[in-house]
Every structure is written in structure tokens, then in C-alpha cells.
Nanobody, 119 residues
Framework: QVQLVESGGGLVQPGGSLRLSCRVS????????MGWYRQAPGKQRELVAV???????NYADSVKGRFTISRDNAEKMVYLQMNSLKPEDTAVYYC?????????????WGQGTQVTVSS
């Protein structure tokens, strides 16, 4: 059974910072790509950042230079450091674990954590 539990969301002013955390249960954590996605009201869920088992990272253009994804394999944790936050970053942020590749991949999701950027 795989469970992902996010924390760290909240209300922050524009230009501020937040750090999201995701605790993952289940075996072989270090083998899988982990990611953060977000969904704003009325919009589709979108990729924010991913980190592979070898710690290669990829970011959405909208967050490059502002957000940093990292992982701690020993603790089975994934983090998203968010700096210089903008109102358009407001969304529910979801942690994701992807097992496999392409159409055969299985996705596991957390329950989400709300991030609101507003003055």
C-alpha cells in the first residue's frame, strides 16, 4: 500500500516562500520518480516539478528559477521549496509517485495541500 501525505501549504504574501513536504510510505521509494503537480480552480492539473530516482530534475517553465524539488531517500520524503511566490501560484498542490513508464505507469497521489498567495 502506497500512501503520500503532503504538508506545508498555507497563505503567503506575494514574494514570500513556502516549503511543501511529502511523506511516502511503501517500499523501494528510491526507485521511483516523484513529482509535484498543482490544480487551480477551473483549471486542469499541471506538472510543477519532477525528480527521478537519480535525482535529475525538471520544472515547468512558469516556476523555473523560483521552485526547487528535492528528495531524501532515507526518510522517504520529497520537498518543494517555493520562493518568490506569485498570486498565479495559488492552487492545490499534489505529491505524485510514478511507477513505470509511458502508458504502463501507475500513479499514486496524495490528498493535496492548499497554497494561497495573496496580499
Amino acid at each position: 500500500q502506497v500512501q503520500l501525505v503532503e504538508s506545508g501549504g498555507g497563505l503567503v504574501q506575494p514574494g514570500g516562500s513556502l516549503r511543501l513536504s511529502c511523506r511516502v510510505s511503501g517500499i523501494f521509494f528510491n526507485m521511483y520518480t516523484m513529482g509535484w503537480y498543482r490544480q487551480a480552480p477551473g483549471k486542469q492539473r499541471e506538472l510543477v516539478a519532477v525528480i527521478t530516482s537519480s535525482s535529475s530534475t525538471n520544472y515547468a517553465d512558469s516556476v523555473k528559477g523560483r521552485f526547487t524539488i528535492s528528495r531524501d531517500n532515507a526518510e522517504k520524503m520529497v520537498y518543494l521549496q517555493m520562493n518568490s511566490l506569485k498570486p498565479e501560484d495559488t492552487a492545490v498542490y499534489y505529491c505524485n509517485q510514478k511507477r513505470g513508464v509511458g502508458s504502463a505507469a501507475i500513479d499514486y497521489w496524495g490528498q493535496g495541500t492548499q497554497v494561497t498567495v495573496s496580499s
